[in-house]
């Protein structure tokens, strides 16, 4: 089978290099890839917000299957329009997709279907918003409603930052229109775990659990990145934890959006945290995350293939999927100075006989040269019977990759061996 995968980052690279091993797949391209991509997929170039371009591809190109991994994309109706020309997609549709796309359907939805989230408002008037903040109780969350590149969220410490996260979203707009609806929500504390599902309407798969790592400096200080590491499973999410998020928050999800005839099929991503009155939906995204897909999918046995199939088919009842019992590590290589100003193009080395993967996310080729040219660059991720041997493993094996100007936290994982003591 002719497969299309939309994306072109670490995650996309770890969802080819799972792909890659269904004997059914003959091959796999990339929208549009990038220069790490290229050694497992032939990369196209069309940009993965190019919906009309990449479907286009597909139908010259005979793709039998696509995989649309970026929430954009997404959100923009990517599976809509490859569906409407009849290639079969992975991915919820452009209806489902709002459940990332829009802050505040999605906490109206919890709301209207008792899924326990954080207490908030909505407002679309920004003089209300500040009046709200005179008295509202802080640290308070400032959330723009559209996606926004991920930087849209604010935990505000103080009632000055609460109000400049209003006004940057309201007045200077620095998320466009994403801001002109926002949400402002009750600070929750407790640990946070991430949970990806394998959901077609019908049942919903939670795949192994993970923890990621967001905060740039290691003991989790320093501005907020896309994810410098990931380990899974995630200790804190127990098997009672599971259970009752199950309960009061998978299935009930899946059968709002059945309800508001929104059916979700794809990869429902679960950003919760256990607090003290019970584990709660943070956020919902539409998509497998990054890095978290770096250490969930070394750890399916399961062909992603026919699951992604079957997920698209209402089949996923009947599907086995199964995850290794065992841990997994991802260590982020980032650019010296990400999430700010960074160098970059500089040569990557990547010995041959690495004992690792390595899942690239901002990398070009230069002649047959691999390049930084992005903020993340990539993450190796190594598997091991307990999470110390797979953080061991990990940055023993990151150690082997080198280019000039390299910073990784030197922390992934320490938490959740802490977290092994405190919830024995
Ligand atoms: P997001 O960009 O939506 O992933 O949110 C970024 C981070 O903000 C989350 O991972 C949480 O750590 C934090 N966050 C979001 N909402 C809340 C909340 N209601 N209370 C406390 N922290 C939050
Ligand atoms: N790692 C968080 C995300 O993918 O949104």
């Known amino acids: 089978m002719k497969i299309l995968v939309v994306g072109g980052g670490g995650r ?109 408002n909505v407002f679309d008037d920004m003089e209300e918003a500040l009046k709200y903040l005179q008295t509202a109780p802080i640290p308070t969350v400032v959330k723009a409603d559209g996606l926004a590149l991920g930087k849209g969220v604010t935990v505000a410490m103080t009632r000055e930052e609460a109000v400049a996260a209003v006004k940057e979203c309201m007045e200077d707009k620095v998320f466009g229109e994403s ?86 099929k794809g990869c429902l991503y679960f950003g919760l945290m256990l607090t003290e009155k019970g584990p709660k939906v943070i956020e919902y995204n539409c998509r497998f995350g990054d890095p978290e897909t770096q250490v969930v999918l070394p750890l399916l046995e399961s062909d992603l293939l026919t699951v992604m199939e079957a997920t698209a088919q209402g089949k996923l009842a009947e599907t086995e999927v199964k995850f290794a019992d065992k841990h997994a590590c991802c260590v982020v290589l980032a650019s010296n ?15 041959a006989d690495l004992d690792a993967e390595v899942y690239v996310a901002g990398a070009k080729l230069d002649g047959d040269v691999l390049k930084t040219s992005g903020g993340r660059v990539l993450g190796v ?28 936290r030197r922390d992934i994982g320490a938490r959740a061996l802490r977290a092994k003591e405190e919830v024995k």
């Not at 990369?43 to 479907?55: P, S, V």
């Not at 010259?60 to 997404?74: G, H, K, Q, R, T």
């Not at 990931?230 to 009672?240: D, I, L, R, S, W």
């Not at 991720?381 to 990784?408: H, M, P, R």
């Open 12 to 120: 996309e690279h770890a969802i080819i290099k799972a792909l890659k091993k269904s004997p059914r797949v003959t091959e796999i391209f990339a929208a549009p890839g990038n220069g790490g991509i290229a050694a497992d997929a032939v990369c196209t170039g069309i940009g993965a917000k190019d919906l009309e371009g990449f479907t286009k591809f597909a139908q010259e190109n005979a793709i039998d299957f696509a995989v649309v991994a970026p929430d954009d994309p997404l959100v923009l109706g990517a599976v809509d329009m490859l569906e409407a020309v009849g290639i079969p997609c992975f991915g919820p549709n452009k209806a489902a997709a709002i459940l990332e796309g829009s802050k505040v359907f999605s906490k109206d939805l919890m709301k209207k279907y008792n899924i326990p989230t954080a207490e908030y």
């Open 179 to 264: 801001g002109s609806h926002i949400v402002i929500e009750e600070f929750l504390t407790g640990p946070e775990v991430s949970v990806l599902s394998f959901t077609d309407g019908n049942v919903v798969i939670p795949m192994v659990s993970s923890m990621d790592h967001k905060r740039v400096g290691d003991g989790d200080v320093g501005p907020n990145t896309g994810g410098m590491g990931t380990v899974a499973p995630n200790p804190y999410y127990t098997e009672a934890v599971a259970k009752e998020c199950m309960e009061t928050i998978f299935l009930p999800t899946m059968k709002a959006m059945n309800a508001e005839g929104r059916t979700f």
């Open 337 to 351: 100075g990400y999430p700010k100003a960074y160098q970059s193009g500089y040569p990557i080395t990547i010995p």
């Open 381 to 408: 991720t190594a598997i091991g019977d307990t999470l110390e041997e797979a953080i061991e493993k990990a940055y023993a094996q990151a150690a082997n990759v080198t280019f000039e100007n390299a910073y990784c």
